[in-house]
Structure formats: C-alpha cells, structure tokens
C-alpha cells in the first residue's frame, strides 16, 4: 500500500525549537545576563535583538532613583518649613501664569511657618490663591507687613 502524501510545509521561518521540560541549571542563570539560557552572556545568534544587560538595568536605575532622590530633596514634607516646598507654585501675575519665585522670595521664617515677601504688593490676592491651589495643603494668610504672605506649614 503506497504511503500518504505529506503536506508541504508553510513558507517563512522555522518553528521555533521547543524548550525542554527540564528545570534549568542555577548556575547557567547566574552566568547568562541575556536571558537566553546559554550561559555565554550574549544575545542568541540568528538576528534576535540583544536583551539589556542586567549590569546594565542596575545602573540606569540608580541614576534614576538618584536624580529623583535629588529633585524632591527640600519639597517633601517634613516636620522643618523649607521654602523649597513653594518652588512648584504657579500664579496668575499680570495677566501671565508665572512661577512664584519670580513675583516673590521665599523664607522660613521660623521652623513651622514661610514668609512670602512680594516684589509687587498688588499680587497678594493672587500670590494666595495660587499656594492654595497647588495642592499641598498649605493655607496662606496675609500678615507681617505690606506685601508680605505668612504660610504655617502643618505637622
């Protein structure tokens, strides 16, 4: 009896090679940084991309805990007022958004509360109403001479 045709098979790239059931080696896992399981470290040949190096991911990821580290530095709150917590402000100044360190200098004027001294006194109504839209919780009150704003910072 003659035998069944077999189909031709599809055109295009092979099928990929099947994993074996076996558990894989710790020691080839310390070994490979690529991840394709041949413990040599570099990418699989045939044209795959190259997986990043986990040397390489570690490093980048410092960097990048260490720069946000750097910019909250001063804006996270604490039980000390710090002017830098004021740096994020916007106000509408002169018919303009503008950031409140150019209408005004920030100080702390004690431990728990800033003092907002304005360059222009006519901004104060503003000055106040854009510490309370920010967000932080803060609540500005008018005080201490003309064109100047008290913030007590809350515990």
């Not at 690529?34 to 990821?61: C, I, N, T, Y």
């Not at 996270?76 to 917590?85: D, G, Q």
């Not at 104060?124 to 007590?152: H, S, T, W, Y």
Request: aromatic share 2%; hydrophobic share 40%; net charge negative.
């Amino acid at each position: 009896r003659p035998l069944p045709r077999q189909k031709n098979p599809a055109p295009g790239p092979p099928p990929p090679a099947k994993k074996s059931r076996g558990a894989p080696s710790a020691s080839a896992d310390e070994d490979d940084d690529d991840g394709d399981g041949d413990g040599d470290g570099d990418a699989a040949a045939g044209g795959a991309a190259a997986l990043p190096r986990l040397a390489d991911v570690k490093a980048e990821m410092a960097a990048a805990v260490a720069q946000f580290a750097a910019e909250r530095a001063g804006k996270m709150r604490s039980a000390e007022a710090s002017p830098a917590m004021l740096d994020d402000v916007v106000v509408e100044a002169y018919g303009a958004r503008a950031a409140l360190k150019t209408v005004a200098a920030v100080f702390a004027r004690d431990g728990r509360t800033l003092a907002v001294r304005l360059h222009d006194p006519g901004l104060l109504r503003a000055v106040e109403k854009g510490i309370r839209g920010a967000g932080l919780g803060l609540n500005p009150v008018p005080g201490g001479g003309d064109g100047e704003v008290m913030v007590p910072v809350p515990q």
